[in-house]
């Protein structure tokens, strides 16, 4: 971040002088106190198709925007990049009667298709672009929102949900184009499906309710209420069946992928907040987010429900864990990964017994949604507390070499592209 007056080009002051005349603030007193004014942006370049908006601090609004380069600015407070751009800066001033400021914020190219590459949904930046084998970052893809979920499909589309806002952003690789599909109300988990190629995502809180929205291959969006503050969801394409954990009334709904409509819910546990599903659609987990230093003095755990019946009974249930949050499952070594916030640690299960298969992995702060990658065998961990991923070798358990490393701010979850 860049500001004046520690930063000095004679276009930026130009560029100020004249926010400083369209607000009224000619000098009408000998001395003028101006203010540094700050423009906050991320410490990497931008992505084409971004929208930035904007933070300032120093100053209060009203004030006024300029753009020098690539760019224009959206409804007075959003600064898109434009989807065309290969590379590059613009400059950002800003003013007002009481401060001045600017910043070179720059500009990526798109990422390259060929490449592996890592998502990371940042709550506080977008979605950070990370290289798979170095983890140096290729870019921030600002989404005009708070990002709580990433998923990536074969095909090379990214949808980002926005749990704060009504827009799922949607992005593709080869070529690449961002757009936004709007209806998608406090979205919170996302996952694809693909045998038919819809996206389907949690809504927190939709009329009073959780629900469960499906965005078709033709933009088409359809919801159904599934509970009450719909969180974790999980995929059966083989059954096209989507399970849905209902945090605030502890039940999980199925529903109906083609016709989104629910087909039963069932009673889980206290909290139920992530889920995970056996590839054979047969066993389905799920974690209580409840906490051991709560008000209720009461223990999460992880349950296994049997789901291969005509009614879904409980089949085993793990000890009592401090404060799960994610989870993951490693179907090759029957290993379920949970992740626990009050420890910043994750609890390695037995998945057929929900037994300890050996200590907690030492983590960083908060670790939120766990993924495995199933081709490098690598456990991803976002740590929403430490602003960083840990990753562990999901064989050996051991941390691979230069983890945990940096990402942007406040990480949620992560997805893995691999051409």
């Known amino acids: 971040m860049i500001t004046l007056p520690t930063c000095v080009?004679?276009?930026?002051?130009s560029l100020l002088a004249l926010a400083l005349t369209l607000t009224g603030a000619a000098a009408k007193t000998q001395r003028l106190h101006i203010a540094t004014a700050a423009i906050v942006v991320s410490r990497w370049p931008y992505l084409p198709g971004s929208l930035l908006p904007l933070r300032v601090e120093g100053i209060t609004p009203p004030y006024s925007v300029s753009i020098l380069g690539p760019g224009r600015l959206l409804n007075g407070s959003t600064y898109e990049v434009p989807i065309t751009s290969r590379g590059g800066t613009a400059l950002l001033a800003i003013g007002n009667a009481r401060g001045l400021g600017a910043t070179h914020l720059r500009i990526a190219a798109p990422p390259a298709s060929d490449h592996p590459l890592l998502f990371v949904a940042s709550y506080d930046e977008g979605l950070?672009?990370?290289?798979e084998r170095s983890f140096s970052v290729v870019g921030v893809l600002a989404t005009g929102g708070v990002p709580s979920d990433v998923a990536v499909d074969r095909?090379?589309?990214?949808?980002?949900?926005?749990?704060?806002?009504?827009?799922l952003t949607l992005a593709s690789l080869s070529p690449w184009s961002v757009t936004r599909a709007g209806g998608v109300v406090t979205g919170d988990e996302v996952a694809v499906d693909e045998t038919t190629h819809a996206i389907f995502v949690t809504d927190r809180d939709w009329n009073g309710l959780g629900a469960l929205t499906r965005v078709g291959v033709d933009s088409s969006v359809a919801r159904v209420s599934t509970g009450e503050t719909a969180e974790g969801l999980a995929v059966d394409e083989r059954r096209q069946i989507i399970y849905v954990a209902n945090t605030n009334d502890g039940t999980v709904a199925v529903v109906d992928a083609r016709s989104m409509r629910v087909i039963r819910r069932f009673p889980a546990v206290a909290r139920v907040f992530s889920l995970a599903l056996s590839p054979d659609g047969t066993r389905l987990y799920a974690i209580s987010n409840e906490a051991t230093d709560s008000p209720f003095g009461k223990a999460g755990e992880a349950i296994e429900i049997s789901v291969d019946g005509p009614f879904p009974r409980i089949v085993a249930r793990s000890g009592k864990?401090?404060?799960?949050?994610?989870?993951?499952?490693?179907?090759?070594?029957?290993?379920?990964?949970?992740?626990d916030e009050d420890r910043g640690a994750i609890d390695v299960l037995d998945a057929r017994t929900l037994?300890?298969?050996?200590?907690?992995?030492?983590?960083?702060?908060?670790?939120?949604?766990?993924?495995?990658?199933?081709?490098?065998?690598?456990?991803?961990?976002?740590?929403?507390?430490?602003?960083e991923i840990d990753v562990f070798d999901a064989r050996s358990l051991r941390r691979v070499a230069h983890a945990p490393f940096a990402t942007g701010a406040y990480p949620l979850a992560i997805a893995v592209w691999r051409p």
Request: with cysteine.
């Open 355 to 387: 037994h300890p298969k050996r200590a907690v992995l030492t983590t960083c702060a908060i670790p939120w949604k766990l993924t495995l990658d199933s081709v490098s065998e690598r456990l991803y961990v976002p740590c929403a507390g430490d602003n």
């Open 9 to 13: 080009s004679l276009r930026a002051i």
């Open 321 to 339: 864990l401090s404060f799960p949050l994610g989870v993951a499952l490693d179907e090759r070594t029957n290993t379920l990964f949970v992740g």
């Open 155 to 167: 095909r090379g589309r990214i949808a980002v949900t926005d749990t704060q806002g009504t827009a």
């Open 128 to 131: 950070v672009l990370h290289d």
